[in-house]
């Protein structure tokens, strides 16, 4: 059972840039694709990016050209890098790699 443990959540006024983390611990097998998802209140959860093990990457186009996934797969980590963050990006965000983590609050206000 894959535990996936998000960091990297916070305030960030509008245009600026956040880091998020997913770090899975537990077996891997079969896992072939890591996913960011994000909850804003009064809305159903959505899939913002994810990446294959080897390394094909997709996005919403609501962040494309904005966010970049990547993985260190030495590392078992996967990163959301965001940019230019507007306020509608603010959600919880989830990590999915086998299974879900509780989620970092990325909130974008100023």
């Known amino acids: 059972q894959v535990q996936p443990l998000e960091s990297g959540g916070g305030l960030v006024q509008p245009g600026g840039s956040l880091r998020l983390s997913c770090a899975a611990s537990?077996?891997?097998?079969?896992?072939?694709?890591t996913a960011w998802y994000r909850q804003a209140p009064g809305k159903q959860r959505e899939l913002v990016a994810s990446?294959?093990?080897?390394?094909?990457?997709n996005y919403v186009d609501a962040v494309k050209g904005r966010f970049t996934i990547s993985r260190d797969n030495a590392k078992n980590t996967v990163s959301l890098q965001m940019h230019s963050l507007k306020p509608e990006d603010t959600a919880v965000y989830y990590c999915?790699?086998?299974?879900w983590g509780q989620g970092t609050q990325v909130t974008v206000s100023s």
């Open positions: 999915y790699s086998g299974g």
């Open positions: 537990g077996s891997r097998f079969g896992i072939t694709v």
């Open positions: 990446i294959t093990n080897s390394g094909i990457t």
